[in-house]
């Protein structure tokens, strides 16, 4: 059996290895483009930072070290320019001589990868306009950052999770870092109640942003690359990293007739299998299924190519036997002090899908609050409004961040409920939660929801009713101290302090409308509880509480 | 209604809480026998040891400020004498002022907890003989512990969660410390290839540690206490910690003739009613069903306490509607640098119970090798040899044991399988994880051993083996580099590095039965491949590697 692997960075080398291990008989011949093979690709941003010193840390393999172990034949600097089907065999050529060749396959295996989306912008094929998708490219910026010195003008176009590791790592290195972003908020794939905390993070860190803005020209003088943007402001720039999102590599599969899905990523079936039988495809630049959605997606991740390369490797050898599990979109970045992440469905994305959820959103300490080092972490979770099934959940924090997320990520893949959140019996010692950890939080307040013990209002809805004040009146509560509202509170709030509502209670008239905020949620809740069963009827709590809503607002 | 509380520190507190929020109507009355309510019984050990420095923050609520919210009347230093069930009505004392009185009920909760066990050896009465059960054992061993000054010789009876919890933070003081545990290792909840790598740290840390031993006797005398061990040792000590576990207070329940149960605790249904309809019963003092086993549990935790008690006031308010969830025995603790822990069934508990199951020994980074900071982290799981069900894991480790231990707990909780843990979509940037988390590896690993792609070998299995090489002869072969196996092998291994395997094997007469090891398991899983697959039938991969094979024999 002689195996043919397109790829050799993390899908295909991947696979290659897992080849070896289920046929030691096999021929295996690795053809990567570049000169490296199996590299951190997710090390890039870390190592022009300097928080990854030794740049040879990064190359977990080289072709002879991984030839070796997995007996296989790494062919580097080596490109692929032809499939021929009907023949069952390559065209390759190798860049360092320039010969051409052919190699015959029994079975092959594309992992092309993409490559990084450089928009038609005036003046951005300059030496100082940079991507960031491979060492070549890792280099250029980090030899741009030396040159520049400290203090350099960088700005980063794009505000998604590899722009903003970028963003912190330029100004680790002394840079002024100044980041552009389309949408209204940076992290279009978080919603903006958790996105707003890593947003204003970023501005209190020094960096200067733009949302809602496009880049027009990059005009290049001799100081530098002057960035104009939609709106008439200038950004005067030493260099610019365009971060904008990548594109599949389809071209060798187009020409060789293998059919290309709709999102414009090599289609496969759910055993990672090409329109052409002997032909599998994992990575970035294939479309699979998104498991909740039943819908095609493209997926940038290394956890998922991972997955795809053993479940392929399992299909090559033994026949389509096993099919690949799909992911959820689980992400996450450190940025700065901050860790953000998301999994499941978004407000937004389940909004565009007109399905049906109900929103929670919490704030807790990460860990024991009397234990030392405790900080909060902020949870959104989505869930359906019938079942209670978990949809999709946003975390922002200092530590544990990724440990809800894997705990949520968890619950979506067994179709668990806010209740399972509620009674999952979690690892609990002050240094590393509460008796009530914040995942059971986000279930408990959610259980709430569902079973009506109280009616939540989003911070959009309550700004919606601000506005019609004057038409239909309510009654907007501060449950906090005196001494919390004092340092701040929404406009036309009254002060009623918890401890002290049930006195304030028998003033208000009992058909009010009544909106109650705290600081994050939990006060809020208990007051809602006193006034509903005191009688009145439109008691609403604001979700995630003040800390919430001048996220949001800020 | 009028609800009376027994107890108000963890379960009582709890439940009385979540009453007043259904119930704003209600009459409740808490009744705690000590002078504190809702504290932080798991940051005792913190105080002590100074990491949580003001005494004060171990106090999360005052009667006062409790009181108040809840529009609950807390009574401290006041104990519930007997109970008139016929009567539904209970006797109380004021333990300030001596006065006795009665008050009555429509729904009693009983939440007393538990006492510390102090085994009847002689001379454990005298002053400086201590347990930590409550705030008044923390301040006298605070006392004491400052008295005695830097360099006071401590011992510790009993090397468990709590116990270990002590040894770090007396240790934190100046304290010499000498732990002392009846069993043959430390932590008995975790099986022994998990628990060795704390063992060894704690030793590593200067703490003196005696196994399989018992104290038979304390001698006190002018410069301290001869603490006199079964084995004839003997060690000075200024004060000793005895810390060998805890028992349900049933005394007030047996006296009013509730049942309680084989285990010693209070007997309650899954809706946490005891044998009498009108008083429920929440906490450390009861027992409940273990989800896994259907076997009834005691089980001394906090997540699970808060649990009951939310189910037990939904259940007081509204009828029994909720069953309680059960808990499957997680647990963790802080051990010095390394983190421990457990859930669902050991193998030793398996072993017990007779279930059957398999195991896998998994060592890994906790992130990315090339990302500042990663350390190893070690995973035991237990599963099902049928269908791969996920049956128990212990992790240990530096950094994100809690995260791996919750991913496990959420997929117990779910009837998960190994395969689960292979698939599920977690957060992965290199901070955080890889793109094969060690959850995924612990799944790939069992996979592996379940659809027999390779054989594994236990520890105390090699022992065997090696004890009987004599009469049945075996090739014992160190995978490893020749620079790792001069640093340390088994005896009478052979050092074929695995990127030279494929010539040593030439030369192995094919009937021989191969015992193959490496560092962790994964080269050493390579191996067995690639010699299964050249038509060796008997080779066997040793489960953790070198790694827990020195662990568990040093």
Known sequence: MKYLIIGGVAGGATTAARLRRLDENATIVVFEKGPYISYANCGLPYHIGGTIPERNSLFLQTPTTFGNRFDADVRVNTEVLAIDRTNKKVRVVNRANGKEYEE?????????????????????????????????????????????????????????????EMTENLHKCGCAVTVVEKAPQILPPVDWEIAAEVQHHIIDKGVKLFVNEGVTEFVHH???????????????????????????????????????????????????????????????????????????????????????????????????????????????????????????????????????????????????????????????????????????????????????????????????????????????????????????VAGLVAENILTEKVKMIQWYELDEMLKHKAEKDFLLVDVRSLLENRAGTIEGAENYPLDELREYAEDIPEDSTIVIFCAIGLRGYIACRILTQMGFENVYNLAGGYKTYSAVKK
Chains 1, 2 share one sequence.
């Open 222 to 440: 001799d100081g530098g690359t002057t960035v104009r943007l939609q709106g008439g402001n200038e950004i005067e720039a030493d260099f610019v990293l365009v971060s904008v999102g990548v594109k599949p590599l389809t071209t060798l599969a187009q020409n060789a007739g293998l059919e290309v899905g709709e999102l414009g990523g090599i289609a496969v079936n759910e055993y990672m299998q090409t329109s052409d039988a002997d032909i599998y495809a994992v990575g970035d630049a294939v479309e699979t299924i998104h498991p909740m959605t039943g819908k095609k997606q493209l997926c940038y991740l290394a956890g998922p190519a991972n997955k795809q390369a053993r479940t392929c490797a399992n299909n090559m050898v033994f026949g389509n036997t096993q099919k690949y599990c799909g992911a959820i979109g689980t992400a996450i970045a450190k940025v700065f002090d901050l860790s953000v992440g998301r999994t499941g469905l978004s407000e937004r994305q389940l909004q565009t899908l007109g399905i049906p959820y109900k929103v929670s959103i919490t704030h807790t300490g990460d860990h024991a609050g009397y234990y030392p080092g405790s900080n909060p972490v902020s949870i959104k979770i989505q869930f359906a409004p019938d079942n209670g099934r978990l949809l999709g959940a946003e975390v922002c924090g200092h530590d544990g961040v990724d440990k809800r997320l894997d705990i949520f990520a968890t619950t979506i893949a067994h179709n668990g409920t806010i209740y399972d959140l509620t009674d999952f019996d979690h690892a609990y010692a002050p240094p590393f939660s509460l008796p009530k950890d914040p995942v059971t």
């Open 104 to 164: 015959k396959y029994d079975k092959l295996l594309l992992a092309p990868g993409t490559t990084a989306v450089r928009p038609p912008i005036p003046g951005i094929d300059a030496d100082n306009i940079f991507v960031l998708r491979d060492v070549a490219d890792m280099d250029a910026i980090k030899a741009m950052v030396e040159k520049a010195g400290t203090n350099a003008r960088a700005v980063v176009v794009g505000a998604g999770f590899i722009g903003l």
